[in-house]
């Protein structure tokens, strides 16, 4: 064969006659021949391809570099996130394994009666571990995992969101079992502005309950998850779709000692007493399990700069001038982070989880 330049300049091989290159399943989408994909494009829809080197049916209408954008920063390969990198949350956990990853690992025992829901909501304050239980549940169900923040859908993707969508929940069906992760789902799902709402918004979220129906009823393999600290944002129909609903609270003093202990650990820098670790506790009331990551790691800076103090060149320092890190460094730091949550909000989680949480 003659070889050919794509329109790019980039080299593209000849397609072969014999109907078994993807270069025939390109040609079908959307209405573009191969020429025009560049590489990166087609190896990616190539991986999307079923056995008998077809596009599948969800796909073929839809744009490439969306599919594209959905395979390589929507879809994440390895979540890496375990149970037992999450703080407390016992609780959350044990519902979550009952409700979602036994069905997505025996999807033959949870039919009929014990058909799972496909949409679980995890609501209460910012930085507590929602994204990270999404990421365990995809990890401990072996399942692929979405991640896309409903924000950037209205603002990143203007006029675009809706197609966004049918790619994502196109790409999750093909990659089965599949969790979507959602956050900030009140921004797609608010029961606000309903009248000066604009049609763009109306129609993205139109697009995504018909998505949302579209699982629900088949036997697919598909979990969505939103992430929300803002429930009482959502409307009936968002609520009616996401049945599932768990408050994730702030951390329990212990488990705030375990982000302490379990951060440190990892850098060998752990030497705190029991005593100095209930001091930390007893002072980091209100901290989420993120503002102790934050807490955790100005306070590892302190031996960092005492050596410098000492009059120790930083090109020149070596760990072992370094002391471990103590409670003195913690109480520094309690001053720089403060915690990220106040309580007044606090007490409308506890309102809204009573009114419409799973086991409130
Ligand atoms: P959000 O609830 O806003 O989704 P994330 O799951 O993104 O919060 O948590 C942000 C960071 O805070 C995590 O990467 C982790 O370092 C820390 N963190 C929050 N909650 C916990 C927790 N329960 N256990 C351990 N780390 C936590």
New binding site residues.
Partial sequence: GVSRRGTRGNFVPPVRSNGSGAGNMTSRIAGKSDDVLDDSTKRCLEILCGPDGELPEKLRNLEPRLIEHVSNEIMDRDPNVRWN?????EHAKKCVTEMVIWPLLRPDIFQGCRSPGRGLL?F???????????KAIAGEAKATFFYISASSLTSKWIGEGEKLVRALFGVASCRQPAVIFV?EIDSLLSQRKSDGEHESSRRLKTQFLIEMEGFDSGSEQILLIG?T?RPQELDEAARRRLTKRLY?PL?SPE?RA??VR?LLDKDGLFKLSKEEIDTICNLTQGY???D??NLVKDASMGPLREALRRGIEITKLRKEDMRPVILQDFEDALQEVRPSVSSNELGSYDEWNKQFGSLA
């Fill in positions: 990198d999450i703080a407390g949350l995890l209460g304050p910012p930085g507590t571990g929602k994204t990270m239980i999404g956050d992430a600290n994730i951390p488990a375990w982000i379990n989420s399990g993120s102790m990551k």
